[in-house]
């Protein structure tokens, strides 16, 4: 077929809109015969109808089965390529299964190609199965497959899997290399298995495989999310020794692995400086949120001030957070409502919630209350966190009222409340001495299917003291066990302090009896 030919026949597929078994079957038939005798024109048409047009090579494909042209390998392997670049891992299986029955011959690319389209459709179950089948089949697994399979796992967050397909790479033929490893260190920083990811990391080392960026960065992650931070530090020393070059990623990765050791982190953002290594986003972010957990809003804002225009929503909802532990609502409130603004960031629940946390914990619940409305004003999707604060301002303000009014704005907002929500609620309803609203509070907790814990009982015990009602907190005290929540000395003083205002001296005296055995066990343990 001449060059113009097959280009003219690929544009007439190309332009079929909707395309159908009789049109594409019209368009092919002057080139059927050569096709059978020359397999590589069909080839040539579906490599290209393939990257944009794959219903219609489909359909080319069905056309010429129906008109005895035979498709073979290269055809099929063809499309399971474009499968496999989308993704589309069950129609990549179909197609593969129809080569069985076709008895059109399976290859390794055949395979590969079904594998990486698990892979990227995160069907890690299939994949192993597939390699099941390459055996079956009595095709030669390669590294591509294995790997291949061992990042489906990976990606699905499947560690344990993944270990399992190196483990059995190492009894057969096919040598495993610096991508196995990481996709394998990779899953088990997923999981937080830290000690497995340092455990491959030397196992690369014995196995004389080259340790990259990348491995070093995923052991780090790993190590990190455990609250390992002294094998972070290690693994960066490691990495210094060796000749790989640390980066932004690998700094980032550290940097939140050390938690809230902010002068430790502030140290390391220096050793970026020395090595000429630009800081990005994610770094200043896990560093803001470093000094965040460590209260240190200071060191925070200094982080903020050396580049305002790179920071985001999340800098600026770590540091308001830091003001909010730092009890500065005047700066929480001015960096919300001032800088965010003048850096075009829009509010959001993040920032929002913070915000009202630092208003809380400075017991200002009334400009607490001001800044929900102001959201509401301009339109911040709220969600329960920022509901909560709120709750939680009121209740240090001792507004129980307002705290409950909250709860039906929640509602109405169809925002659904958590166990923190009815916690903070009943706190604030043992404050205003509102027992039968903190009663009425837990019932709605059981019909929620929230768990009522330690907290949520002892908040009501308290209410029904301060109350005076003695036989509602001995049906509470009773109620606890039925829910499994074991009883500490703080709940039975505040059951005796019921029964000894209510006159109910020898009930009294029992309970008594049960803070002493429950004192003496707290000081054993």
Request: net charge negative; proline share 2%; with cysteine.
């Amino acid at each position: 077929m001449p060059p113009s030919a097959r280009e003219g026949v690929l544009a007439a597929l190309q332009t079929l809109s909707p395309p159908d078994f009789a049109s594409v079957e019209q368009v092919l038939e002057p080139v059927l015969e050569g096709w059978a005798r020359r397999p590589e024109q069909a080839t040539w048409i579906l490599s290209r109808l393939a990257a944009g047009h794959l219903a219609t090579s489909l359909l080319v494909m069905e056309v010429m089965q129906m008109q005895y042209v035979q498709v073979n390998t290269v055809h099929m392997n063809t499309l399971l390529s474009a499968f496999a670049r989308r993704g589309r891992w069950l129609a990549a299986r179909s197609l593969l299964d129809d080569m069985f029955l076709q008895e059109v011959k399976q290859d390794i690319i055949s395979f590969s190609c079904v594998i990486t389209a698990c892979e990227k459709g995160n069907a890690w179950e299939f994949a192993m199965q597939l390699l099941e089948q390459m055996q079956v089949a009595k095709v030669q697994q390669d590294i591509i497959c294995m790997n291949s399979a061992i990042s489906a796992c990976e990606k699905s967050g499947c560690w344990a899997a993944a270990l399992l397909l190196l483990a059995s790479a190492k009894e057969t033929t096919v040598r495993q290399d610096t991508i196995t490893y990481n996709s394998c260190i990779s899953s088990c920083e997923k999981a937080s298995e830290w000690l497995r990811a340092l455990e491959l990391l030397a196992s690369m080392s014995d196995s004389l495989l080259k340790r990259d960026e990348i491995s070093f960065n995923a052991t780090i992650s790993a190590c990190g999310s455990s609250q390992h931070w002294l094998r972070v530090l290690d693994l960066l020393k490691e990495m210094a020794l060796s000749t790989l070059q640390s980066s932004a990623v690998t700094f980032a990765a550290a940097i939140s692995g050390l938690g809230p050791r902010w002068q430790m982190v502030l140290a390391l953002l220096e050793d970026m400086d020395r090595e000429a290594i630009q800081k990005d986003l994610v770094c200043y972010n896990a560093a803001i949120s470093a000094c965040e957990r460590s209260s240190c809003w200071q060191a925070a804002m200094a982080l903020l001030t050396t580049d305002t225009t790179r920071a985001d929503t999340i800098s600026f909802g770590a540091l308001i957070s830091a003001c909010a532990k730092g009890l500065e609502w005047q700066v929480a409130l001015s960096l919300l409502f001032e800088t965010m603004p003048a850096n075009t960031l829009a509010k959001s629940a993040v920032t929002v919630g913070a915000a009202i946390s630092a208003c809380g914990n400075s017991f200002e619940w009334d400009r607490a209350l001001k800044v929900l409305n102001w959201a509401r004003d301009d339109r911040v999707k709220l969600d329960a966190v920022v509901y909560n604060a709120s709750i939680a301002a009121c209740e240090k303000g001792y507004a129980w009222e307002i705290a409950l009014n909250l709860l039906g704005r929640m509602l109405v907002s169809q925002v659904e409340p958590s166990y923190v929500t009815y916690n903070s609620l009943i706190s604030a309803c043992e404050q205003g001495r509102q027992w039968r609203h903190s009663l009425e509070l837990l019932e709605d907790m059981r019909t929620a299917a929230l768990p009522c814990g330690r907290e949520a009982f002892g908040g009501a015990l308290l209410a029904c003291t301060r109350g005076q009602a003695w036989q509602t907190a001995l049906l509470l005290c009773s109620a606890m066990s039925s829910c499994f929540v074991q009883k500490d000395a703080d709940m039975c003083s505040s059951a005796v302090a019921a029964c000894e205002a209510g006159s109910r001296f020898h009930t009294a005296a029992e309970l008594l009896s049960d803070i002493t055995f429950l004192t003496q066990a707290e000081l054993q343990w």
